[in-house]
């Protein structure tokens, strides 16, 4: 990193944004395993209903009178 441009001034501006960053960092790292938890949760509920609606018998038939 090139720091020849750099002010004493400026170090708190830059030390702000670096750390707006990491806050957004973890913000984003948080939500993305929260989104992956429902996704996991969804994903056994999905499984579940399907192997309840594992019934051969059930739909086989289908008797309609007018």
Known sequence: MD????SVDSIPTLA???????TL???????LDMSLDTMSAQGSEIAKMMELSV???VGGNFDMSV
């Open 25 to 31: 960092s973890k913000v984003n790292t948080s939500l």
């Open 55 to 57: 019934n051969p018998a």
């Open 3 to 6: 720091i020849t441009g750099l």
């Open 16 to 22: 702000m944004g670096m750390a707006q960053i990491d």
